[in-house]
């Protein structure tokens, strides 16, 4: 799994550590809607549950990518912020991209920079 985080949006580390929390837990709900992604989900529970966070410079180079995983298949949640403490609500601040193919999440995400 891969957490993509926003990098020109203001965010305290405990908020940065909040939306990666809220993509995981959302990104896993969401295998249990099919046999496959459930399978997939099992995998990665069985060799640890990795997770790698990364960055990306703005909402419109994040959407990009949602577009692209979506399209290869991968599971996707990106995630809008309720607006109750640092940002307006709706702000887009993060993407969990995953559980699956290492090769397929690397194929797109491997020029992003360690958050």
């Known amino acids: 799994m891969v957490i993509v985080v926003r990098t020109d949006i203001s965010m305290g580390k405990g908020k940065v550590g909040a939306q990666c929390a ?11 809607n099919s046999e496959k992604s459930e399978q997939m989900f099992q995998s990665w529970l069985k060799i640890g549950q990795p997770k790698v966070v990364l960055r990306i410079q703005n909402e419109e180079e994040l959407l990009t990518l949602v577009d692209k995983a979506k399209d290869a298949g991968l ?19 993060a993407v969990g991209i995953g559980p ?5 999440i690397d194929s797109l995400t491997s020029k992003l920079r360690l958050l």
């Open 22 to 32: 809220h993509a995981a837990l959302e990104c896993c709900r969401q295998t249990l």
């Open 75 to 93: 599971i996707t949640a990106v995630i809008k912020d309720a607006g109750r403490t640092q940002l307006k609500p709706g702000t887009i601040t």
């Open 100 to 104: 699956g193919s290492n090769e397929v």
